[in-house]
């Protein structure tokens, strides 16, 4: 029988208003279609840890793929794999809720069953990674909140323990040596010592070499996106899986100093940036080769099938920040139109990376007000504001405008009247049409 726990107090002081309708909505269509729902994975895990999370995982006893046609019929978007019945549907928000199917046999049908127990959804939960993902809330209209936990979940949580459900889960999918490294560093668990032993040796042997490059790219980006990667990175490297997914990398505490670097100058400008998470990954990425050989960092590019974006960014971030240096150094002061137009073209995500890669402090500080400021500065005066000041169309338009930013990146214009007075006065000779003006 499984461990069970009313958590309907838990769920109304800690979930929204609309994560309760949606899930009873979700509870009460199964039930119309003599189907049962339950919110498992993740969602249950943080929602006892006090940690929102607003991916909504469903499993459904009888047939997820009936009930997401039935939504679909109420007018909401669903997309269905047939094959492995699941899939999800998309409610407003956009709220995305995934839905799996834990196949019921007809003998285990009473829909007056009187329990929550069933082997169908027990099967289900231990497919999974670990026991405190495997935990299950009901949403039946009497079961309504009823906490199903099969496996010690809800014990390993208080106790901070992350335990594998059985000792094939990291054979069965290699993967989850980055789930274990991310959950414990995220949640601040505490692997337990057999979940260590079956680590290490999922690692030492190597399975870790046997996954697909896109999918030790989409951990790896997963890992990236994490608020703090660095615990999470030097865990990998005291289990040796880095050197086994990446041979001859060599990471080091170089990598550490970079990374850190990157965290805190990211925490405290990403508000003076244009939103670039996309390649944020990128650059982490690039602090991880770093200290490695070219040919490392170029077969790691191959192995993980970065798309040429993806290359453009972590190759100029490699490769190119000798000459940056050579471009931003210099002993006295550099006018900041100076770094300006050296960057003109490099974007945002590398200059972080130049900026937390260089041992130099000059070019870093050039780096970071490039970042917090200078990135952002325009001309006050638009093209159109120089027609009317009587210039010709043509490329002199555009230079004047180069012009003017150069002098207001270096203070010698502030107002706009200012620019007007240092168009008419650095550019005289092109003689303003007055009839036009
Ligand atoms: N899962 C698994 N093995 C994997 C991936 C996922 O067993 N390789 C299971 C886990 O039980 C997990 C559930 O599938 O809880 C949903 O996966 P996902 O949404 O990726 O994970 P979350 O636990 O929600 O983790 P995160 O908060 O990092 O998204």
Redesign the pocket.
Known sequence: YPWQEDLTDLMVRRLSEETNDLLRRLGRMAESLSMRAYAV??FV?DLLLGRT?L?L?IVIEGDGVAFMKAWEREGYRVSVHERFRTGMILFPGPRKVDVATARREFYEFPVAQPTVASDSLKHDLY???FTV??MAIALGERDWGTLVDYFGGRRDLRRGFLKVLHNLSFVE?P??VF?AV?LEQRLKLKMEENTVRLLTSCVRGGLLSLLSGLRVKSEVEILFHEALPLPAIRRLREFGAWEVLFPGLAVDSRTDRVVRRLTVFFRRLHRDLPPFEDSLWLVYLASLLFGSDEAVQRSVMDRLHLTPAERHVLSLSLFSLGAAENDLGGRGERRPSEICWALTGVPLAVCLFWAAATERQRIRRRLLLFLTRWHKVRPMLTGRDILDLGYRRGPLVGKILDALLTARLDGSVETREEEIQWVLDTYPGAAPDTERK
Request: charged fraction near 60%; glycine fraction near 12%.
């Open positions: 994975g993740g895990r999370n991916d995982d497919r999974r990674d993902n495997a999918d993967t989850r789930r991310r």
